[in-house]
């Protein structure tokens, strides 16, 4: 039966502000290149309105009739002022002539630089087209060079964000303890780290860019259209563009609420996808040996297809923006050509406006595809801050006790831990001490607690009730860097990285020199096995050791430990996993292990708990008997059941 897909909890998504606020303090660490960016965003709107107020004079200069002596008599007039120009022409009494606004900005700077920039007969002077055509060209190269500057600096950014958050994810998600990660499988944190961080990338490295430059560029598109009409008494044009502007904004509210709530849903289904591959492959021998694969094919192609269909809706509601928009522009543009017929507006009226609108529409484009961009992150960003804001740590005391040694004792009191406040306690007022150098085991059947006990000598989750103590020394009240040097953890199931040998042996130890590895992988009997091969310690052990033996696995393991040398050990069942013929064999060297070291075993063979100094037998997170070997088993309780069961089955067998 196909795996129904269950909703990840998640915070709903009502108010997306807060969430680029704080992406926006991110940004603020490399404000240099933000200050670049949005510079080149607000260069690029005024290269645009420059280009548009230039367009009259370019349209006047190239319609303009220019005498045949114009350029001859504007140069004698320069020459010569007031000897051989032309007299001017008389205006009719009472004539007031508007001069254009763009003619008037540039008689400024003509007036400074001493250019004439009309003949008396009013006709543009030579140095006027010069001029016209130079600044066009300069306007032109500045906005190409803004555009660069806005686009590379801001994707520079987007992807420095990008690592920051994935860095600072990598690091919450391996600070948590392990109740988070028993709660969260690791497919969804993989999604998280990728899939979402993904989504934020793209957006700031192409919408960002886009968001820092259009609004400028419309600004400046629409300054040029008020001060146009203003100068031409356009006022008609004016209240159709501030009215009809926000008609715009309609398609991006109503829409991009729907293309967040859809991404969010997208975003919780490719974890179901992630999650769902990377436990197939985790467990790709059991798939195999049950000869499973098109039953797992067929699970992940639901999986994906209820993916797909999301992100359909999801796309449906973003292209349909666009086009949105352009209706709406098209409506409006035929509206203004229709007031331009009834106001009997002329060619050099109307084509600047039609550049303006023009030069205007891609801005207004990119806004159509931006918004539901920002509304897409807007998901991504609750779900990576979420997980960012998790606070499952086991607390780390505010002065810490530094210790360095084991000396004396561990002693348990009165401990009582349940994984949850409402569930049942796992442990229930566990009382023991384990002297320095010497082996408690523990016995019971599976789910009697023995491990529990264990995660809490070696701190992996804190008592509910009561205290684990060393030297005296409340657990809790040191350094969790240093419970870790002094508790080492030999696991029943061997976890090797997907390294080399040498990169295994070394893990933990990350200043160990290579004479130090090899040294270890003798004293586990390991040595042998690995140089034996091509690669010897440079051999790559595949994922999880897979291209290892069980007891090749095993020696590497026990090599681990006595690389990193901690006085407490914890063996969780650590031959359990392995044949009889290897677990004689690896037992020599975890005895080895052992040695000199005060040990806390869980026992499933009771043969290997012979020689310790206390048994502790559990049944449902009790400790119901106490004791050595021939104490327990002359007691004739659980003990006595437990030995006569395994033996009396292994002398069947």
């Known amino acids: ?368 595809k931006i918004v539901p961009m920002f509304e897409r992150a807007a998901a991504a960003q609750a779900r990576v801050f979420e997980t960012l804001d998790l606070n499952l740590c086991l607390p780390e005391a505010t002065h810490p006790v530094r210790k360095a040694t084991f000396d004396a004792r561990i002693v348990f009191e009165d401990v009582t831990f349940q994984y949850a406040p409402e569930g049942e306690p796992v442990i229930r007022q566990a009382s023991f001490a384990i002297p320095r150098g010497g082996m408690v085991a523990v016995v019971g059947a599976t789910g009697s607690g023995k491990t529990t006990l264990a995660n809490l000598l070696a701190r992996f989750y804190d008592p509910t009730l009561g205290r684990v103590c060393m030297d005296g020394v409340d657990l809790r009240a040191m350094q969790i860097a240093d419970v870790r040097k002094l508790v080492g953890v030999l696991n029943q199931e061997t976890l090797l990285f997907n390294e080399t040998i040498a990169y295994n042996i070394a893990y933990g130890s990350t200043h160990a020199t290579q004479e130090e590895v090899v040294a270890a992988a003798k004293k586990a009997n390991a040595h042998a096995f690995i140089a034996a091969h091509p690669d010897g310690y440079a051999r790559v052990v595949g994922e999880k050791g897979f291209v290892l033996s069980g007891g090749e696995r095993q020696r590497v393991a026990i090599a681990r430990i006595l690389l990193r040398n901690p006085p407490v050990l914890i063996l969780d069942e650590a031959t359990s996993a392995l044949d009889t013929v290897t677990e004689r064999q690896v037992q020599e060297e975890i005895a080895l292990a052992m040695a000199n070291r005060t040990t806390f075993a869980i026992a499933h063979r009771l043969s290997t708990i012979r020689r310790a100094n206390l048994i502790l037998v559990m049944e449902k997170g009790v400790i119901v008997e106490r004791g050595t070997h021939d104490e327990l088993y002359a007691a004739q309780g659980a003990y006595r059941r437990l030995h006569d069961m395994q033996f009396a089955s292994h002398s069947e067998t």
């Open 1 to 368: 039966m196909a795996k129904k897909y269950k909703e990840e909890p998640f915070v709903r998504v009502e108010n997306p502000w807060p969430h680029y606020k704080r992406l926006f303090g991110y940004a603020l660490r490399y404000r240099g290149h933000l200050l670049i960016g949005v510079v080149g965003g607000m260069l690029c709107g005024g290269s645009l309105f420059g280009m548009l107020r230039m367009s009259p004079f370019m349209i006047d200069m190239v319609n303009a009739p220019v005498p045949e002596s114009s350029s001859t008599q504007a140069v004698a007039a320069v020459a010569q002022p007031g000897a051989g120009a032309a007299p001017a022409v008389a205006a009719p009494a009472g004539a007031k002539k508007k001069t254009p606004g763009w003619q008037r900005e540039a008689q400024k700077w003509a007036d400074y630089l001493h250019m004439p920039l009309q003949n008396a007969d009013e006709s543009l002077t030579w140095q006027a087209m010069v001029l016209g055509l130079v600044v066009v060209p300069l306007l032109v190269g500045l906005r190409l060079v803004a555009i660069y500057l806005n686009q590379y600096s801001l994707r520079w950014l987007g992807a420095r964000v990008v690592r920051d958050l994935r860095d600072e994810l990598f690091v919450t998600m391996e600070s948590q303890s392990l109740k988070y990660h028993g709660r969260v499988d690791v497919g969804r944190q993989i999604s998280r780290n990728i899939a979402d961080t993904n989504i934020i990338e793209h957006v700031i490295n192409s919408a960002l860019a886009e968001a820092s430059r259009a609004p400028f560029e419309i600004a400046g598109s629409l300054v040029f259209v008020v001060l146009f009409a203003r100068e031409h008494h356009m006022f008609l044009l004016l209240g159709l563009t501030f009215v009809s502007f926000p008609l715009f904004i309609i398609p991006l509210l109503i829409l991009g609420r729907r293309v967040r709530m859809l991404t969010r849903r997208a975003l919780e289904r490719i974890a179901d996808l992630v999650s769902h591959m990377h436990e197939n492959l985790t467990c790709i021998r059991v798939v195999k040996a049950f000869h499973m694969e098109a039953f797992e094919a067929a699970r992940f192609a639901e999986t994906n297809k209820r993916y797909f269909k999301t992100v359909m809706r999801a796309l449906r509601m973003e292209l349909a923006i666009g086009p949105l928009m352009e209706s709406i522009g098209i409506l409006l543009g035929c509206a203004f050509l229709v007031l331009c017929f009834a106001k009997g507006l002329g060619f050099s009226q109307i084509v600047p406006i039609g550049a303006a609108a023009i030069l205007v529409y891609r801005p207004i484009r990119s806004l159509a």
